[in-house]
């Protein structure tokens, strides 16, 4: 079974901090994706990493960065947390199969007050 | 844009029910198709990978009709363990690893 983790399941921070938000996979997929879900909005790709050191934006990259230091861990930053950045916040990695099926992570719900 | 449109819903049906949910996407270089089920609070779970030959798992039946660019899910004899929101899911394009996530249709079956 693909196992993916998130670093908090809930995190609440003020308005201007800087925020990490981590998520480690247990099997040696290249492919890892940042996605944060509204309601009303769907799930949203932010950033994705197809390997080490690589990076690519998504559809909304306004306000976040990311980090892919090693092939099993990919970090989502908030350089300055803002209250609109308020969501849940969701890590997958993809299989790489031709399927291109995508694997979640629990989520992590981050409250910017 | 490319997208992938659903019906909200809810839909409320009675246990047992026989329930059809529908979806249309707009890339035509889309070649992977998913339904994937995501309960109240919790991540997105795949559900099913969607053929052109149509597949079936237990109570759960999937088809793609490429010519329309609609995926369809239909689910027999529900369980009160079916209420979730299911999301139709394709792939962004020809070779892309990037998925295009419909807003969901939720589903309640009740009692």
């Known amino acids: 079974d693909v196992k993916v983790t998130q670093s908090s399941r809930y995190l609440v921070k003020r308005t201007g901090e800087k925020v990490f938000l981590e998520c480690v996979q247990d099997?040696?997929?290249?492919?890892m994706f940042w996605y944060r879900q509204d309601p009303g909005l769907g799930l949203r790709l932010i950033y994705f990493?197809?390997?080490?050191?690589?990076?690519e934006k998504g559809d909304i990259p306004e306000g976040y960065s990311v980090s892919r230091e090693k092939k099993e861990r990919f970090s989502l930053i908030l350089e300055s947390a803002s209250t609109n950045q308020t969501s849940m916040y969701l890590c997958a990695i993809g299989t790489g199969s031709i399927a291109y099926e995508q694997y979640f992570g629990p989520g992590t719900r981050l409250t910017v007050t | 844009r490319k997208e992938v449109e659903q019906d909200p819903g809810p839909f409320n049906v009675p246990e047992g029910a026989t329930v059809a949910f529908n979806c249309t996407y707009s890339?035509?270089?889309?070649?992977?198709f998913f339904w994937y089920r995501q309960d109240c609070r919790k991540e997105p779970k795949l559900l099913m990978s969607?053929?052109?030959s149509g597949n079936e798992d237990g109570r759960f039946t999937a088809q793609l009709n490429r010519a329309s660019q609609y995926i369809s899910l239909l689910i027999r004899d529900s369980k009160l363990s079916d209420s979730a929101t299911y999301l139709c899911?394709?792939?962004?394009?020809?070779?892309?690893?990037?998925?295009?996530f419909g807003k969901g249709t939720k589903l309640s079956v009740i009692p």
């Open positions: 890339n035509s270089a889309s070649q992977s």
């Open positions: 969607v053929y052109s």
């Open positions: 099997m040696d997929h290249e492919n």
């Open positions: 990493s197809y390997d080490v050191k690589m990076k």
């Open positions: 899911v394709v792939n962004s394009g020809a070779g892309s690893y990037q998925l295009t």
